[in-house]
């Protein structure tokens, strides 16, 4: 019995690769055979009518420390695909919805208003979240196995078992395993949201929920959490160094022996040029001509010429620091200059919206773009580029480059953690890899990457064809990634009982 709580699940809602995660994780958890439950936030984007939610409870009451007693309610529903016959696993995934009209209601978005501004009571909202979970846990007297938790926002819950909930009987002896996404968002707030928890101030230390003075929820969940994982295997060995740790590497390397790397999968279902509806034409290895329909079709909704000789580099991101955007505004006029194109789709950062937003009127014909949140924009991309560019400072996994190479797109990545996982540089005299990489976050490195990569294109078409056919037949699959997750599970469970 396995209970997935998250602040995203696709299709539901979704900012970042964490949706895509909890869903898929779920669903592929449900194949073999357990009983998974998820729980989010019904959030005011989530229609219950589109999902077909039904009100399962009307009123649950979450204690909030000195707020006092705040009412939540519950709604019911059924993950997507989940329950469909042509699936090999038995039971749907069940997804419980905790409402409440004050903190998920809003018309902004998931973290933040329309502008962009995180919300003030951020720290409130999740804290209500993890606890409601518990809360609804002890109401529908499901005793979870484990009760597997996901970034800054449910690593509150850990903390509340092993405090408020010990020896509770429903919930007392779940195990939990904390599943880092990103190190950069901990959920750090001030002193006195210890009061809100209501757990007590002897948890306020350097070991527990206190850093530099503020109460940290993540800190708090890696110090509560049977064991924590984080999405690629180099990431989780990164966050123990100052370089990536954001300030934790300390209390990481104290768990090390409880800390490992599980690669994230893709979803094929999603993410394949076989069947994929989105794309103007499907193509596979044997159809591979069928692509240059895809690379036509995105130069024509880019505003591009439709040059099939030309090659053209796609990205999709969110526009923040962590995706080495800057470092792509330095690079970005000098590969211009090249026979290429370049098209963009993102949002994020004020700055970038206007910087990539006027790029097209600057280069004509070479530079498309699309400024906001398009997933049908990404699956033509993904299809009708020729690479696929992640210049990322850091990249807990990442999930792009995996498509791409399905898509016979051939990612440029910077070798760090997931990235550097999942895509090996092209070595010319083996005639093997499946990608382009580098090493430095500078502006030079990634122009130098950029520039072998386009000059094996015009140049080398024997290498090109290898690197797309080896990209194509590569897998990672959410069954893979499903079977290292269940033996943590049960890593978790016999640590917790034990
Ligand atoms: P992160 O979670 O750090 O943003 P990932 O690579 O794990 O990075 O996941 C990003 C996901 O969000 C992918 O599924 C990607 O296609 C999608 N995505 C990101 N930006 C956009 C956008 N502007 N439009 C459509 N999809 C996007
Ligand atoms: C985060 C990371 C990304 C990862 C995703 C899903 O958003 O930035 O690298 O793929 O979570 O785990």
Not at 44 to 54: F, G, S
Not at 160 to 188: K, S, W
Not at 195 to 217: A, C, M, P, S
Not at 356 to 366: I, L, S, T
Request: aromatic share 10%; hydrophobic share 40%.
């Amino acid at each position: 019995k396995i209970l997935v709580a998250a602040s995203e699940v696709a299709p539901f809602v979704k900012e970042g690769g964490l949706a895509d995660v909890t869903g898929a994780l779920s669903a592929a958890l449900s194949v073999k055979g357990h009983d998974v439950r998820l729980v989010l936030p019904r959030y005011h984007q989530i229609d219950p009518k589109k999902y077909k939610l039904t009100k399962r409870k009307e009123t649950l009451s979450v204690p909030m420390g000195v707020i006092g007693t705040v009412e939540a309610s519950i709604m019911e529903g059924k993950l997507p695909g989940t329950s469909v016959p042509s699936r090999r696993a038995g039971e749907p995934v069940i997804v419980y919805f905790i409402e409440n009209e004050y903190f998920f209601g809003r018309p902004g978005g998931l973290y933040s208003t329309i502008d962009g501004d995180g919300y003030m009571d951020n720290d409130n909202r999740f804290t209500f979240f993890s606890r409601a979970t518990i809360e609804l846990c002890r109401e529908l007297k499901f005793s979870p196995d484990c009760i597997h938790v996901n970034d800054w926002h449910t690593a509150a819950l850990p903390i509340f078992l092993n405090t408020a909930y010990r020896g509770d009987p429903i919930v007392g002896n779940c195990a939990t395993l904390l599943t880092i996404h990103n190190m950069q968002h901990q959920g750090e707030f001030y002193e006195g949201l210890m009061d809100v928890l209501g757990i007590g101030w002897e948890h306020f230390n350097y070991l527990g929920l206190e850093r530099d003075g503020k109460t940290n929820l993540l800190k708090g969940g890696i110090y509560h959490s049977t064991l924590v994982n984080t999405v690629s295997e180099s990431y989780a060995r990164e966050i123990q160094t100052p370089e990536f740790g954001m300030n934790l590497d300390g209390v990481l390397r104290e768990r090390a022996a409880d800390l490992c790397g599980i690669l994230n999968g893709v979803d094929y279902e999603n993410w394949s040029p076989e069947d994929d509806p989105l794309i103007a034409s499907t193509y596979s290895l044997d159809k591979l001509a069928n692509k240059a329909l895809c690379k036509a079709d995105m130069q024509r909704t880019f505003g591009l010429p439709e040059r099939e000789d030309v090659p053209v580099i796609g990205i999709v991101s969110r526009l923040v620091k962590q995706k080495g955007i800057d470092i792509l505004a330095e690079a970005i006029c000098g590969l211009l200059e090249l026979d290429i194109q370049i098209v963009l789709l993102g949002a994020g950062e004020v700055w970038a919206h206007f910087f990539y937003g006027d790029m097209p009127n600057r280069y004509k014909g070479k530079f498309g773009c699309y400024i906001g949140y398009d997933n049908t924009l990404a699956h033509k991309i993904e299809a009708g580029a020729d690479f696929f560019l992640m210049p990322s400072r850091f990249e807990p996994c990442g999930l792009n480059q995996m498509y791409s190479m399905r898509y016979g797109t051939i990612p440029i990545v910077r070798a760090t953690g997931g990235l550097n996982d999942t895509v090996e540089n092209l070595n010319e005299a083996e005639n093997t890899g499946t990608g382009f990489k580098f090493y430095d976050i500078t502006a030079e490195a990634l122009s130098n990457t950029v520039g072998w990569a386009i000059y094996t294109y015009y140049n080398r078409k024997d290498l090109m064809e290898g690197l797309i056919q080896r990209a194509m037949k590569k897998r990672f699959t959410w069954a893979d990634a499903a079977e290292k997750y269940e033996a943590l599970y049960i890593r978790a469970i016999e640590k917790r009982l034990g």
